[in-house]
T-cell receptor, first 113, second 113 residues
Framework: GNSVTQMEGPVTLSEEAFLTINCTYT??????LFWYVQYPGEGLQLLLK?????DKGSNKGFEATYRKETTSFHLEKGSVQVSDSAVYFC????????????FGTGTKLQVIP | EAGVAQSPRYKIIEKRQSVAFWCNPI?????LYWYQQILGQGPKLLIQ????????DSQLPKDRFSAERLKGVDSTLKIQPAKLEDSAVYLC???????????FGPGTRLTVT
């Protein structure tokens, strides 16, 4: 079946540091890939997505590139802010047939001033 | 546009009691999802509705969990009787159709003592 593996947290960074959160996936066919963010006390929000190989999703300074050869979709941001502190979930939507989203376990990011 | 509404936001019950959660999706969204998010894990799909029909309930513990979406709009998820391991955040999401971007509500945090 489909699965998503992301790096364990928590990740603690100083403000303006570079962020990478690793995500790899297992799926048949050509899934769509997503990063969701969950701020404290809130529901999940879609941060960015990519629907085919080599696509780059970007939003709010975050970006991730769909790498089919390495089955990865790593999240990056050049300079994090305290307001980026949240839990980040990598997810995939399988292609074809019944479409279902599979989530990773989440990575908590804490940015300190 | 109003988002996905859920109530209550928090609920504390004793084991063997029953509890119900309510979700009102974004107007016009045909697909509605219920997820269970245990602390430290990613959301797990419990049930997916397309209008008022069930598309997938393969991970719903049917001996104690039930859900309905009678008029194809709002939905209720019930647990009866609750167990300690049901302590989690229950997330509702909706999308225009299956495979479209999902919009999440704030969730209901359930504590079973």
């Amino acid at each position: 079946g489909n699965s998503v593996t992301q790096m364990e947290g928590p990740v603690t960074l100083s403000e303006e540091a570079f962020l990478t959160i690793n995500c790899t996936y297992t799926a048949t066919g050509y899934p769509s890939l997503f990063w969701y963010v969950q701020y404290p006390g809130e529901g999940l929000q879609l941060l960015l997505k990519a629907t085919k190989a080599d696509d780059k999703g970007s939003n709010k300074g975050f970006e991730a590139t769909y790498r089919k050869e390495t089955t990865s979709f790593h999240l990056e941001k050049g300079s994090v802010q305290v307001s980026d502190s949240a839990v980040y979930f990598c997810a995939l939507l399988n292609s074809g047939g019944y479409q279902k989203v599979t989530f990773g376990t989440g990575t908590k990011l804490q940015v300190i001033p | 546009e109003a988002g996905v509404a859920q109530s209550p936001r928090y609920k504390i019950i004793e084991k063997r009691q029953s509890v119900a959660f309510w979700c009102n999706p974004i107007s016009g969204h045909a697909t509605l999802y219920w997820y269970q998010q245990i602390l430290g894990q990613g959301p797990k799909l419990l049930i997916q509705f397309q209008n008022n029909g069930v598309v997938d309930d393969s991970q719903l513990p049917k001996d104690r969990f039930s859900a309905e979406r009678l008029k194809g709009v709002d939905s209720t998820l019930k647990i009866q009787p609750a167990k300690l391991e049901d302590s989690a955040v229950y997330l509702c999401a909706s999308s225009p159709g299956a495979g479209d971007e999902q919009y999440f509500g704030p969730g209901t945090r359930l504590t079973v003592t």
